[in-house]
């Protein structure tokens, strides 16, 4: 991983029993965005690069207090997010191996490395806020939406970001590179007169400066932010590796109430990688546009791309000891890359959950894309996503539908290995049920549910789509994820609707799994209606 400061229907039913064998593999769902729980372990008594783990690998369990015992007696390390352990890769089998005997273990992964990658400078220029903000339109007075940036030390001898700032890592005095420092100016630089002026002047901002640059680093930054109530975090980093471990991170910090924003990558002239965080599920996806309003030629072309920013000849402050670049050290330069689009879309995101703060995170990310001003090709594009973030609009976009239940992407989020407890049932053999609810190939690829059903009774599930061509799948509680067959026991087909009968032969209550997932057939995202009843 770096910085990405420079480029660098017809009518199926079936009845199964909760024992049958599952069907067929499926389609994924299109979710190139989401990761299932990979099982990826060292070989015992091979050499294990460093370069390639960052040193280390990462286990996950179920978070209770025996696989605490297990992985502290085996010399693992928790991280924040519970149930999962960092531990050296010679020790990671047998770690694996003890959790799965006593059937807590979650997934296994290597820590991945992340590499630093600095901005140059550009030609001097002051467009970029112009390019979002109204001149006519004053930012409301700072308030408790906070920007978490998750980076390098924001440098407190930089007037335009001091006052504001407050650490969440214990503060060394020393600040090796100002890259956290310029992308925080980006977002929140104080109207002070000189300097750089943020998008969002004077928002509050939490420096979280990650011992190193690897996946369970960025992690923890990202729990700790979402802990300490950041509305908005800040992550001009990223990797063409993914990483399970900070795609659950990102689903609780959702939870949490806490919007991501990344940047999309700087590998658009390089074959267009996808680059992660900014590809997960629940991120914002921020690509770059010069000062024509034309796709940078380094951003990343992709489905993840959720909105455009100025990310060429970008202002930001720096202390003066790095300002040697541009022949004045005067503190502030201009630089390229989506690591600085990134924090204008923080920015943005401070500013209307100020003044809208009733709005969800779900509703805070859709404000934003809906109301961007679209740019050329005409719709949402893989190079401009829905177009350049633009404030003033964002403000007067009526509030969108909420997605319920969120996050629930996968069996992991519903079944509580990734939170602490299981998500609440939401049909328990009573009354029809119906929820209306939509997903996206990219953004937000299924939606699992908890259905309970009674001793000896089956279900009718139906789906019907408003728009798209989502996909239906049934799971036992033996299955561990959407992508995956185990445990599959009943799958939709049609395109108009889609249903199922399953049925509970036990003298028991059973619970079950139904999950609706974006397939990006028809459409990349879909909205659909889901009945459940007695059959």
Avoid at 151 to 168: E, G, M
Avoid at 381 to 391: K, M
Avoid at 412 to 438: C, E, H, N, Q
Avoid at 475 to 494: E, H, N, Q
Wanted: charged content about 15%.
């Amino acid at each position: 991983m770096k910085c990405l400061g420079m480029p660098a229907a017809a009518f199926a039913a079936a009845a199964m029993s909760l024992g049958a064998v599952p069907g067929a593999a499926g389609a994924s769902g299109g979710g190139h965005r989401a990761v299932a729980p990979p099982m990826r372990l060292p070989a015992v008594g091979a050499p294990v690069r460093a370069a390639a783990t960052g040193g280390g690998w990462l286990v996950g369990a179920r978070p209770t207090a025996r696989s605490r015992r297990v992985a502290t007696a085996m010399g693992a390390r928790a991280l924040r997010a519970d149930g999962v352990f960092a531990v050296a890769p010679e020790r990671a089998p047998a770690l694996a191996a003890a959790l799965r005997r006593r059937g807590l273990l979650s997934y296994a992964e290597p820590d991945v490395a992340l590499r630093p990658m600095s901005a140059p400078d550009g030609a001097p220029t002051a467009w970029a806020r112009g390019a979002v903000v109204a001149p006519t339109l004053a930012a409301p007075a700072p308030g408790a939406a906070s920007i978490a940036v998750i980076d390098d030390f924001v440098d407190p001898s930089v007037a335009d970001v001091a006052a504001q700032t407050r650490y969440l890592t214990p503060f060394t005095g020393v600040v090796h590179d100002p890259h956290g420092t310029e992308v925080a100016s980006v977002a929140a630089g104080a109207a002070n007169g000189t300097g750089v002026l943020g998008i969002f002047p004077g928002a509050p901002i939490l420096s979280y400066h990650p011992a190193k640059l690897s996946c369970s680093a960025i992690s923890n930054g990202i729990l700790a932010a979402a802990a300490a109530h950041a509305r908005v975090i800040n992550i001009s980093i990223g990797g063409s590796v993914p990483c399970f471990t900070m795609q659950q991170a990102i689903a609780v910090a959702y939870a949490e109430g806490s919007l991501v924003v990344a940047a999309a990558g700087n590998d658009g002239d390089a074959g267009d990688p996808l680059i992660f965080p900014a590809a997960f599920p629940h991120v914002l996806s921020v690509a770059s546009v010069n000062t024509a309003l034309a796709p940078s030629a380094f951003s990343e072309s992709n489905a993840a791309i959720d909105l455009a920013a100025p990310g060429e000849q970008v202002p930001v402050a720096l202390p003066v000891r790095f300002d040697t670049e541009d022949g004045a050290a005067d503190g502030v330069t201009v630089a390229d890359g989506t690591s600085f689009a990134a924090p204008i879309v923080s920015g943005a995101a401070a500013w209307v959950a100020t003044v809208r703060p009733s709005l969800s995170v779900g509703q805070l990310a859709d404000v934003l894309r809906f109301s961007a001003t679209d740019l050329a090709p005409a719709g949402w594009d893989e190079r401009t996503g829905f177009g350049l973030v633009t404030v003033g609009r964002a403000l007067a976009e009526p509030t969108p539908r909420e997605d319920a239940l969120e996050p629930n992407d996968d069996i992991a989020y519903v079944d509580g290995r990734v939170f602490t407890r299981a998500a609440p049932l939401v049909w328990r053999g009573g009354r029809r049920l119906v929820l209306k609810a939509g997903v996206d190939a990219a953004e937000d690829p299924a939606d699992v549910y908890r259905v309970r059903l009674p001793a000896r009774s089956a279900a009718r599930i139906a789906l019907k789509p408003a728009f798209g061509r989502p996909a239906l799948r049934v799971f036992s509680t033996a299955g561990r994820t959407v992508y995956g067959r185990r445990g599959r026991i009943a799958t939709g087909s049609g395109r108009s609707e889609q249903r199922v009968v399953v049925a509970n032969r036990r003298g028991r209550a059973a619970v079950v799994y139904v999950a609706v997932l974006g397939t990006g057939r028809g459409s990349i995202n879909s909205d659909y209606r889901l009945a459940v009843a007695r059959a």
